[in-house]
């Protein structure tokens, strides 16, 4: 790596609580080269946002920046002052939010809002070179460069290409670095696909070294040339891409790259228990410790040193046992429960058609799900599987054909189905941080549906404290309120919730959407567990491919409202049939073949 | 006027910061004490109740007693001297603050009550039930509150019990419409579903899902709403149609010895200032309440 081709160097930065001055990043060193993508990533609470923040020079209100320095092109990011720095920001380096619909002016035009860049840096010599940028940017982003288009407000447009335009913003006043804030999450996959091109080909065209912060190991894969994983505020690896999936030399690493949910493998979801120590909680030595089975008292004692693993290049590692973590990935139990015919169904749907508000969105779908069968029901956003699920669930009534539990046909409404029917099917909603009521203990969420059922309360108790050990929570967590829980503990209460009255079918819709990657893989084992323990049958709804083979035996694909295809999960993810579902798989993105073919 | 009423979402900016404040949160009242408004706000509503309740029992003389002459300030055996008729200024002080209490506290309890089943009605059962509801609040909200005080006083004579109507009744729009602007997002949120799901009735959902989580936003604006609800009564007091001619009562009083403010100030000034106060105190609490409630809404105690 030469001085002349990188592009940004961080050295030794440092972000604090303000007021109590514990560390919510420190330590942190990098450098991208121009034209190079650096994908940083982290569970959240690890601290990637706020270094991708702050190479912008900014930090959040109560978070100071202590230490450290950013260069980029020779000037220290952090010593600069007010005017400067505004300067510098979308000049020299620039920022792409997560959610693009937010991050533009709903009252301006899109072609306004890029040429304010210009006009604001004082890009070119007049306005008709900065309004010629406009246009040639927009072209670079792949979007019409039409005057019309130029005029069209952000909500004429569709997310992908609003967030086309947020690119478009960053990339105008061609900076030396841009910081990208997960800015496909909320995207199809055909759409994110599209971007993510787009977002390499403007980096190594035009020379700008890019900052990626994400969650996503697949996206990271596909992307970075190079990946920085954080855990706990610190970097704990920094290598090539290919050498950090094929060679996790972190234990930390070897988890996240076990959890990830692969399409092609056949490997088992890894998870693993317990979270990061937010800021103040850290201990003195390596935080990830407490959850390390290679941990020993060096490693309590004091934070590890940079350690090169890679004796022909750069792989920085902290950690003392760097060279003996051991293999992580599972090979994946062959499915003990094949699927079986209609005959032994315990949920039949006979051309069910949903509509919203009059309009059609779910068409003549028909399927079954047998006694402990798991069946994904994937489509993209907008395909009408949630409507599909939560008709069957009853929380939507606006549908016609039948729906039958154990060949009994069921009302259209929750409230017009019997105790029992309400309480065989149940349902674990997306969000954790919305399906579980603020403000009542988790015990008493999780006892509601016996208490309908008219369990005594001593009994209510003591299935509660069961279920709670089931879920992996300890019975102690019953007093506890939701704000109180991590993403990963609220799901599992409402898992806790949904089984505790003993459902014939169980219905997911998302629920490892909220949750990061460990914290996903320990949300999946469990319910296979429990689906394998209770005989459940199961829909499990999302969006998420690679994550369909580590849970289901069967799968239907939806576009459109209506079931394209529907066959085993091994099939149809290894030879799909249908254009809609090959198409879908070639856009999702993977953690490729490392392994093959890459010397150390 | 408007409460933020957030839902908590995984923010990935605020993530860090976040995780380093402290995790529990105490209630929505212990929260709200732990502000300065709230705490002098508490003191000044409790010692205008105090002197409104206990004040009959130790005032020197009774509410329509003659003293001495009209209007004299320095009169023996009284300590603020006479009023307008000649009856003991600090006596009828103290016997005045119970009408207004009492009236403006039932009404606005009249309109809490009914304000908010509505509003959690039509929150949850949107469509016509809340259009039907909504549209009727809007009818009531066109009617300016003191005219229609006036209209039926002058028409029935000045009754309390008429007066907590009105005030009540006017008092039922607002606080319904605060109610369903709070409960709307509410159940919006999937544990309304989960409920739903598991068959729970409306009732049930309204009053254990929805009530709890609107409860702070609610208080604000009863809170504020008993502020309103003194100011009006004063004022229909100060009219003369609050209570019977030469009852004793702090609206009344400003309004029967204005004439002589130059002469004996303390007729007009105590009452007046008792008023100003209690209003005062009602609404710091109300504020450092609404202050709270938008802190733990953005999930994290206001600091």
Same mark, same amino acid.
Not at chain 1, 157 to 171: D, E, K, T
Not at chain 1, 352 to 358: D, L
Not at chain 2, 104 to 122: D, E, M, Q, W, Y
Not at chain 2, 223 to 239: E, K, W
């Given at each position: 790596m030469s001085e002349q081709t990188v592009a940004l160097t961080i050295k030794d930065l440092r972000l604090d609580v303000a007021q109590t001055g514990h560390d919510i990043v420190d330590e942190i060193t990098l450098n991208i080269e121009r034209g190079k993508v650096l994908g940083l990533v982290g569970e959240s609470g690890s601290g990637k946002t706020t270094v991708g923040l702050a190479v912008l020079g900014h930090a959040r209100k109560g978070v100071a920046i202590s230490a450290g320095s950013i260069t980029i092109e020779g000037s220290n990011v952090l010593a600069l002052d007010r005017k400067r720095l505004r300067q510098a920001r979308g000049r020299l380096v620039s920022y792409v939010p997560q959610d693009p619909g937010t991050a533009l002016n709903p009252a301006l035009r899109i072609g306004g809002q890029v040429l304010e860049v210009l006009e604001t840096h004082g890009f070119g010599a007049d306005a008709a070179e900065r309004q010629a940028r406009?246009? !040639?940017?927009? !072209? !670079?982003?792949?979007?019409?460069?039409?005057?019309?288009?130029?005029?069209?407000?952000?909500?004429?447009?569709?997310?992908?290409?609003?967030?086309?335009?947020?690119?478009?913003?960053?990339?105008?006043?061609?900076?030396?670095?841009?910081?990208?804030? !997960?800015p496909t999450t909320g995207l199809d996959v055909t759409t994110q696909a599209h971007v993510l091109e787009t977002i390499r080909n403007l980096a190594q065209q035009h020379g700008v070294a890019a900052l990626y912060v994400t969650h996503d190991l697949a996206v990271v894969a596909t992307l970075a040339d190079e990946v920085a994983v954080m855990y706990a505020g610190r970097i704990v690896e920094l290598a090539a891409t290919a050498d950090v999936f094929a060679k996790p030399a972190h234990p930390y690493t070897r988890y996240l790259v076990a959890a990830a949910p692969e399409m092609g493998s056949d490997r088992q979801l890894v998870g693993l228990g317990g979270r990061a120590p937010s800021p103040g909680q850290r201990p003195k030595g390596c935080a990830f410790a407490v959850r390390c089975e290679l941990a020993t008292d060096e490693c309590r004692a004091e934070f590890p040193a940079v350690t090169n693993v890679n004796p022909n290049g750069s792989h920085e590692v902290r950690c003392f046992h760097a060279f003996g973590v051991p293999e992580r990935t599972v090979p994946r139990a062959t499915a003990s429960i094949t699927s079986s015919g209609t005959d032994d169904a315990a949920l039949?749907?006979?051309?069910?058609?949903?509509?919203?508000?009059?309009v059609a969105v779910v068409h003549d779908v028909s399927f079954d799900i047998a006694r402990g069968e798991c069946v994904a029901l994937v489509g993209e956003s907008g395909s009408g599987k949630s409507t599909l699920s939560r008709s069957i669930g009853g929380l939507h009534r606006e549908w016609q054909g039948e729906i039958s539990l154990d060949g009994e046909s069921l009302a259209r409404s929750s409230r017009d189905r019997p105790v029992q029917q309400r309480l065989a099917i149940q349902y674990v909603f997306q969000n954790p941080y919305s399906s579980l009521h603020p403000r009542r203990p988790i015990a008493e969420s999780i006892g509601r549906p016996l208490a309908i059922a008219g369990v005594d309360k001593r009994e209510i108790r003591r299935e509660v404290d069961r279920m709670l050990e089931r879920v992996s929570l300890s019975a102690s967590y019953g007093s506890h309120f939701p704000d109180q829980l991590s993403g990963g503990e609220r799901q599992r209460v409402a898992i806790a919730r949904a089984l505790v009255s003993k459902p014939k079918v169980l219905i997911c819709d998302e629920v490892t959407s909220a949750l990061d990657v460990l914290v996903q893989a320990a949300t999946i084992e469990l319910l296979v567990d429990l689906q394998n323990e209770l005989g459940l049958a199961m829909l499990f709804v999302t969006h998420n491919l690679p994550l369909v083979r580590s849970i289901a035996q069967r799968v239907a694909v939806m576009s459109d409202g209506a079931i394209v295809e529907l066959g085993t999960a091994e099939d149809t993810l290894s030879n799909p049939q249908q254009d809609y579902t090959q198409r879908l798989l070639i856009d999702t993105p993977r953690i490729p073949d490392f392994e093959s073919g890459q010397p150390a | 006027m408007t409460y933020p009423v957030t839902v908590p979402v995984d923010d990935t900016i605020d993530e860090t910061l976040d995780s380093a404040v402290a995790t529990s949160q105490p209630g929505l009242m212990r929260s709200a004490w732990g502000l300065w408004r709230t705490r002098i706000g508490v003191a000044l509503v409790v010692l205008l109740v105090g002197i409104a309740i206990v004040g009959p029992w130790v005032a020197p003389y009774g509410a329509s007693e003659f003293v001495g002459t009209a209007?004299?300030?320095?009169?023996?055996?009284?300590?603020?001297?006479?009023?307008?008729?000649?009856?003991?200024?600090?006596?009828?002080?103290?016997?005045?603050?119970?009408?207004?209490?009492?009236?403006?506290?039932?009404?606005?309890?009249?309109?809490?009550?009914?304000?908010?089943?509505?509003?959690?009605?039509?929150?949850?059962?949107?469509?016509?039930?809340?259009?039907?509801?909504?549209?009727?609040?809007d009818v009531i909200l066109a009617f300016p509150q003191l005219l229609l005080a006036l209209v039926a006083l002058t028409t029935v004579g000045p009754k309390p019990w008429l007066i907590i109507s009105i005030v009540g009744f006017t008092t039922i729009p607002r606080i319904a419409r605060i109610t369903r602007g709070a409960a709307v997002p509410v159940v919006e949120r999937d544990f309304v579903a989960a409920a739903e799901a598991l068959g729970e009735s409306r009732f049930?959902?309204?009053?254990?899902?929805?009530?709890?989580?609107?409860?702070?936003?609610?208080?604000?604006?009863?809170?504020?709403?008993?502020?309103?609800?003194?100011?009006?009564?004063?004022?229909?007091?100060?009219?003369?149609?609050?209570?019977?001619?030469?009852?004793?009562?702090?609206?009344?009083?400003?309004?029967?010895?204005?004439?002589?403010?130059?002469?004996?100030?303390?007729?007009?000034?105590?009452?007046?200032?008792?008023?100003?106060?209690?209003?005062?105190?009602?609404?710091?609490?109300?504020d450092g309440l609404s202050r709270t409630v938008a802190g733990i809404d953005r999930g994290r105690p206001d600091s």
């Open positions: 406009v246009t !040639e940017v927009f !072209e !670079e982003v792949k979007l019409p460069s039409a005057a019309s288009f130029l005029r069209r407000y952000p909500h004429q447009l569709s997310g992908g290409q609003q967030q086309r335009v947020g690119l478009a913003m960053a990339f105008a006043a061609r900076p030396a670095v841009i910081v990208l804030d !997960e039949a749907l006979r051309n069910v058609t949903a509509s919203y508000t009059g | 209007n004299m300030r320095d009169v023996p055996g009284t300590w603020l001297g006479t009023d307008y008729f000649g009856q003991d200024v600090w006596s009828r002080f103290l016997h005045g603050g119970r009408s207004i209490l009492f009236l403006a506290t039932v009404s606005t309890l009249i309109g809490f009550l009914f304000g908010s089943a509505i509003g959690l009605i039509a929150a949850y059962n949107r469509g016509r039930i809340d259009d039907v509801l909504m549209r009727f609040m049930r959902i309204i009053t254990r899902e929805l009530l709890p989580n609107v409860i702070g936003p609610l208080l604000v604006e009863a809170n504020l709403r008993l502020t309103y609800a003194i100011g009006i009564i004063a004022g229909l007091g100060f009219l003369g149609f609050a209570t019977e001619r030469n009852a004793a009562d702090w609206g009344l009083m400003v309004q029967e010895n204005r004439v002589a403010l130059s002469v004996q100030p303390w007729g007009t000034v105590l009452p007046a200032i008792a008023i100003a106060l209690l209003t005062v105190g009602t609404g710091l609490i109300s």
